[in-house]
């Protein structure tokens, strides 16, 4: 089964700090990576993707994020983080299911709560 | 740009009452998937659908239901409802052959 996997469950950073939310997965054949963002009441938000090519995936609102497939990760960072950042971080990792007819559907880790500090 | 449009927003329930959502996908998307996310939790994989067709199940309990509609949209009809059945229901649309999943602002349901 494939799956991703977020082993903290807050981060906390100072602003004007780097920060980064770790990600790693666990995937047959090629990870089709992404992540996304959810505010307090909110939806969910995409930042960005890994498909294919670059390592480095440059996303929305200044994230970014480095596909490493020897260390099976996928950490986001940003190298500057504003108090406007604080919210919860989902990893997913696109999975093919065998169920039915089959389909390509999102499984998501368990998320990590950003809070930037003043 | 076009998004995801859920409804409704929010609802209330009572115990055993039923429950439709109603999920409206960007146009030309063709694959709608249902998610659930508890108090807490990440969210859980529903049922999706393809080209009108049920593509998938995951977690969804035997008191729910959903199709699509020739017009694409798709309804999640949940009956019986259960105090556990209270969370975040999120749809999801994508065309076939791209990657990118886009999701609605979601439906917050309370059993009470």
């Known amino acids: 089964a494939q799956s991703v996997a977020q082993p903290e469950d807050q981060v906390n950073v100072a602003e004007g700090n780097p920060l980064t939310v770790k990600c790693t997965y666990s995937?047959?054949?090629?990870?089709?990576l992404f992540w996304y963002v959810q505010y307090p009441n909110r939806g969910l938000q995409f930042l960005l993707k890994?498909?294919?090519?670059?390592?480095l995936v440059k996303g929305s609102y200044g994230f970014e994020a480095e596909f490493n497939k020897s260390q099976t990760s996928f950490h986001l960072k940003k190298p500057s983080a504003l108090v406007s950042d604080s919210a919860l971080y989902f990893c997913?990792?696109?999975?093919?299911?065998?169920?039915?007819?089959?389909?390509?559907?999102?499984?998501f880790g368990k998320g990590t709560k950003l809070s930037v500090i003043p | 740009a076009a998004g995801v449009i859920q409804s409704p927003r929010h609802l209330i329930k009572e115990k055993r009452e039923t429950a439709t959502l109603k999920c409206y996908p960007i146009?030309?998307?063709?694959?709608v998937y249902w998610y659930q996310q508890g108090p807490g939790q990440d969210p859980q994989f529903l049922i999706s659908f393809y080209e009108k067709m049920q593509s998938d199940k995951g977690s969804i309990p035997d008191r729910f239901s959903a199709q699509q509609f020739s017009d694409y949209h798709s309804e999640l009809n949940m009956s019986s409802l259960e105090l556990g059945d209270s969370a975040l229901y999120f749809c999801?649309?994508?065309?076939?052959?791209?990657?990118?999943?886009?999701f609605g602002s979601g439906t917050r349901l309370t059993v009470v």
């Open positions: 995937v047959s054949g090629n990870p089709y």
């Open positions: 997913a990792v696109r999975a093919f299911s065998y169920s039915g007819a089959g389909s390509y559907q999102l499984t």
């Open positions: 890994y498909i294919t090519g670059d390592n």
């Open positions: 146009p030309r998307h063709d694959t």
């Open positions: 999801a649309s994508r065309r076939q052959a791209n990657y990118g999943y886009t």
